[in-house]
């Protein structure tokens, strides 16, 4: 994770709210309770938490960890779910 990871991203994400419009969705890929505290802190309205869903992972690839190990030893890291999410959504072009 980056050195201001996790709030300078979730910041990112807050700040597009306005952008988006009502049949968007951003989703949140990561430690379910951060991204939780991170949501309610956030200063959005209820109508527009609506547009963020969140995908709970278990595991995290350390800075350390090989790239590839990580990908191939951690299924449920927040990069290997995101992989997945976007090669699926790829799938249906």
Do not use: H
């Amino acid at each position: 994770m980056g050195t201001r990871a996790p709030g300078a991203i979730l910041k990112g994400c807050w700040e597009a709210a306005p952008l988006l419009d009502a049949d968007d969705i951003i989703f949140l890929v990561g430690n379910e309770k951060v991204i939780r505290e991170g949501l309610a802190a956030s200063g959005l309205t209820e109508q527009q938490k609506t547009l963020y869903k969140i995908v709970a992972t278990t595991q995290v690839v350390e800075m350390d960890d090989s790239p590839v190990e990580a990908i191939r030893n951690k299924p449920d890291s927040s990069i290997s779910v995101q992989c997945k999410m976007a090669a699926k959504v790829r799938r249906t072009w």
